[in-house]
């Protein structure tokens, strides 16, 4: 069974850093594509940063410049590095992965919240 565990999150002032860690099973990080979406209280869940199997990187605008999404192929981990982070940030921060046809999975969420 496919799972994605996310953590990392936490509170953090204004300009303060951040890493995230998705931990897969069974799905292996290196050959798919995986993703980090974002939901902050009261709006849509929106797509943050994406890594294909060829190390491919795309970002929100709302981010680019400050978020770094990598892999580490021996530990089937995705991480999203977070420098300069912004009270718009906060949310819930999941990790995602999709097969097509309707298939995908997404991990439980970790809390970021940025205030002083």
């Known amino acids: 069974q496919v799972r994605l565990v996310e953590s990392g999150g936490g509170l953090v002032q204004p300009g303060g850093s951040l890493r995230l860690s998705c931990a897969a099973s069974?799905?292996?990080?290196?050959?798919?594509?995986v993703d980090w979406y974002r939901q902050a209280p009261g709006k849509q869940r929106e797509l943050v940063a994406s890594?294909?199997?060829?190390?491919?990187?795309d970002y929100a605008g709302s981010v680019k410049g400050r978020f770094t999404i990598s892999r580490s192929n021996p530990k089937n981990t995705v991480y999203l590095q977070m420098i300069d982070l912004k009270p718009e940030d906060t949310g819930v921060y999941y990790c995602?992965?999709?097969?097509?046809?309707?298939?995908?999975?997404w991990g439980q969420g970790t809390q970021v919240t940025v205030s002083s």
């Open positions: 995602h992965s999709a097969r097509g046809r309707g298939v995908e999975w």
């Open positions: 069974v799905l292996r990080v290196s050959i798919n594509t």
């Open positions: 890594i294909t199997k060829d190390e491919t990187t």
